[in-house]
Structures are given as structure tokens and as C-alpha cells.
């Protein structure tokens, strides 16, 4: 299996990139095709002993960066490590793409290049957030920031099948964020998608859920608009980061605290990994006709050796042909109404 990795993306790259895809090679078996600067990613992988074994270089001279407007840099910046690997994809010279570079870039290069399955106008963004009692999967976390009722739905059928697919989650349950639990609660937007999910076909959908409850981690899949889902995760990620912080300024306090430290350091040390984001490796754009996958522009060479184990086991589940089908169903059923 060949999987197509922007070297360049990331605040972290080309270093974190490099080592993430040479632990994958050895870890996962697949092979790497690395886009980027070739010169200075076999000067960093020689300067950090990095083994580009299992791993094919192919040469571009152009980034995509934050501050680029997306679809102005996907028109333009055709050698762009984001436009050349989505190509590659396109033409089925790889089974997936990986990048932690700029997200509108990706959606927009997800939408025109790489185009989406029958019935998605455009791919949402994907992501497994840590919680309580399972993590869950958040669509869409940013990508639409306007979603109509249909839109929901289709999140609601490509997430179940994510996480049936791809986390093992046995008959994944389905719920729709909003303001209350109650069938009325809600714009009339959010109101009509609560009655059209409850008619979707092949999702087991358990009712509307508070973001007050999101975080216990009781339901695997968390639909919303992009605008919800984005303010949503980065305020559970802000408010992971203000706990954990606030424990440790506890524990270095007082000599007591140090004490207590000292005899809890192995269930901080597991708390701590349950909450690392990075353990998940990326958000995939579900509703792409192939696997793109997202991975945080802070990564590290875990996450992305993580994301690139995500995109494997994408290919290997056939993640896309088995969402297509289950929305052909949702279409046929609309179609009949």
C-alpha cells in the first residue's frame, strides 16, 4: 500500500513529517511517497539519522501556506506539495493522502481534484476528540460553516460508517448537537434534521445531544454544522489544556502535592495519553472519493506516523466505497419520498 505524505505541512515539518513516515514504514508495512523540497528533506534526514528506506521522494517547489487564500493557492500553486499529492491521488498513484497543511487548501483541493461521492457537495471535516467514556467522531468540525438538513444527514451515515469501518465501533450511535435534548428544541434547520435523521436509513440515531454532555463520551458520533463543530472542539481543547495545567500548578504547589504526584504519576501519565489528540492522528475529509486526511498543523512525528495508520486502515476497509453505497441508500429513500 502506497500512501502519499506532504512533507512540507506542519509547524513541524519537514523533521516531524520525516520521522513520523520512516516509524510508519517500519511500524505499518506501507510505503511513503514524500512530497516537498527534495534536497532539504534528504538533508534533515541525514542530519537526524532518519531512514528513507521504504520511502520515495518526489520533488516540489511550492507551498501552500496558512495565510494563502485556499482556492486562489489550489488554482495557482500547481507544484504545491497539497495539489501534486492530491493529484497523484486523482490518478491512482497512491491509495491516500496525508498532510498537516493548510485545511482550506485540502477541503477546497478535496472538493475539485481528488471530487466527492455521489450525493456530498462538499467533504466534511472529520475529527476524533477524546472523552470520558469512548471517544467520539465530530462532523462537521469546521469545514461548512452552513449545512442544510440533507447535508446532516449524509455527516450522520459517512460517520457511522467511519467509525464502524474503520474504529470497530459495533452499530455506532448517531446524535445531532443542539441546544436541548427534546425533538424541539432547535432552529428549524436543526428541527427538520432531527426528523430526517430519525428516518435515515442505516444509522442508529439516539436523539439530539447538549454540548453539556458531549464531553462523557456516551455517543460515537457528534453531527453539527461546521460553525458548532468548530467552536466545540476548540473549546474541549482549550479546556483539556486549562485542567491539565491546573493539576500540575496543584501538584508542584506544596511539598504534599509533590508527594501525591509522585504516588499518581501512572494514572496522570495514562490520563494524559487518553487525552493526547495525537494518539488519533488526523481528521479525514469524509465524502472525498478517496482518503484525505487531515493531520493537526501542530503534529508531531506520532501523530503523523498515527494518521498515516488511519489512512491504511481507510484503504484497507474500503472507507469511501462503503460510505457510497450507504448514501446511494439515503438518496433511493429520499427519492421515494
Do not use: W
Amino acid at each position: 500500500m502506497k500512501i502519499i505524505l506532504d512533507m512540507m505541512g506542519g509547524d513541524n515539518a519537514p523533521l516531524s513529517t520525516l520521522q513520523g513516515a520512516a516509524d510508519a514504514v517500519k511500524e505499518y508495512g506501507v510505503e511513503i511517497l514524500g512530497l516537498g523540497d527534495e534536497a532539504l528533506l534528504r538533508k534533515t534526514a541525514a542530519e537526524n539519522n532518519i531512514s528513507l528506506a521504504g520511502i520515495q521522494l518526489v520533488h516540489c517547489s511550492e507551498n501552500i501556506e496558512m495565510c494563502d487564500e485556499p482556492a486562489r493557492a489550489v488554482r495557482t500553486k500547481k507544484d504545491s506539495t497539497i495539489v501534486v499529492g492530491l493529484n497523484l491521488l486523482k490518478e491512482g498513484k497512491g491509495d491516500a493522502f496525508v498532510s498537516a497543511g493548510s485545511t482550506g487548501a485540502l477541503h477546497v483541493g478535496a472538493s475539485l481534484i481528488v471530487r466527492t461521492l455521489r450525493g456530498v457537495k462538499r467533504p466534511a471535516l472529520a475529527t476524533i476528540i477524546p472523552a470520558k467514556n469512548k471517544a467520539y467522531m465530530l462532523l462537521d468540525s469546521g469545514a461548512n460553516v452552513e449545512c442544510r438538513p440533507d447535508m446532516l444527514a449524509a455527516f450522520a451515515v459517512m460517520g457511522s460508517c467511519y467509525m464502524a469501518r474503520v474504529e470497530g465501533r459495533k452499530d455506532p450511535s448517531v446524535a445531532l448537537a443542539n441546544n436541548g435534548a427534546e425533538e424541539s428544541k432547535g432552529t428549524p434547520v436543526l428541527r427538520e434534521a432531527h426528523q430526517r435523521l430519525k428516518e435515515t436509513p442505516g444509522i442508529r440515531f439516539v436523539g439530539n445531544i447538549e454540548p453539556r454532555d458531549v464531553p462523557a463520551g456516551d455517543v460515537d458520533v457528534v453531527v453539527c454544522d461546521g460553525f458548532t463543530g468548530n467552536v466545540i472542539l476548540k473549546l474541549t481543547e482549550g479546556v483539556a489544556k486549562m485542567l491539565l495545567g491546573m493539576l500540575k500548578e496543584m501538584f508542584l504547589a506544596s511539598v504534599g502535592g509533590k508527594i501525591a504526584y509522585l504516588l499518581l504519576r501512572k494514572d496522570l501519565s495514562a490520563l494524559k495519553k487518553k487525552l493526547d489528540s495525537e494518539e488519533y492522528g488526523g481528521a479525514p475529509f469524509l465524502g472525498a472519493r478517496q482518503p484525505v486526511i487531515k493531520a493537526h498543523g501542530s503534529s508531531g512525528p506520532n501523530a503523523i506516523k498515527n494518521a498515516i495508520r488511519q489512512a491504511k486502515i481507510c484503504v484497507e476497509n474500503d472507507l469511501c466505497g462503503t460510505m457510497q453505497s450507504a448514501l446511494d441508500d439515503l438518496a433511493a429513500q429520499s427519492k421515494a419520498e
